[in-house]
């Protein structure tokens, strides 16, 4: 039984098909975000609203058991965390992280929608966190 067929099971339908609209609209949002907080004008706005998404999909995942977005959501929200403290603009390195962060993510969608056995491996490159969040 494959990831969607699992989350059907469990809970209600309307849960999923909306868990899944949001998210796929927080994946859509991403990658404009993250590319613009190379602007410092952009940057405390961009970070603010990344930070929510990362919130909202770690929230959501929660309820629905999803581990591999749990994990992933919660780490990207604490790096997203530290660097509203900052000033902007983001380093080259942070924001090739935060592509990475998303492609993971939209993986991650796939691998429901398509209703895969399991989760997709996380790609190791993520495990690198950036030192220097700001340029």
């Known amino acids: 039984?494959?990831?969607?067929?699992?989350?059907?099971i469990?809970?209600?339908?309307?849960?999923?098909e909306d868990f899944m609209n949001h998210y796929s609209i927080m994946c859509e949002n991403m990658e404009p975000l993250i590319i613009n907080l190379n602007k410092?004008?952009?940057f405390e706005e961009n970070i603010r609203e990344l930070f929510r998404?990362?919130?909202?999909?770690?929230?959501?995942?929660?309820?629905?058991?999803?581990?591999?977005i749990i994990k992933l959501a919660a780490l990207s929200e604490d790096v997203c965390e530290?660097?509203?403290t900052l000033?902007?603009?983001?380093?080259e390195?942070?924001?090739d992280w935060l592509l990475l962060i998303s492609d993971q993510f939209e993986i991650y969608r796939k691998d429901i929608e398509n209703d895969a056995e399991y989760f997709s491996m996380l790609?190791?490159?993520i495990i690198k966190v950036p030192l220097d969040l700001e340029k």
């Open 53 to 68: 998404i990362y919130h909202n999909l770690k929230s959501a995942g929660g309820f629905l058991k999803l581990d591999p």
């Open 87 to 91: 000033n902007g603009p983001a380093s």
């Open 123 to 125: 790609n190791p490159l």
């Open 40 to 42: 410092q004008e952009n």
């Open 10 to 16: 469990e809970y209600d339908i309307d849960i999923v």
């Open 1 to 8: 039984m494959g990831l969607y067929a699992q989350l059907e």
């Open 93 to 95: 390195e942070f924001i």
């Open 82 to 84: 530290e660097a509203r």
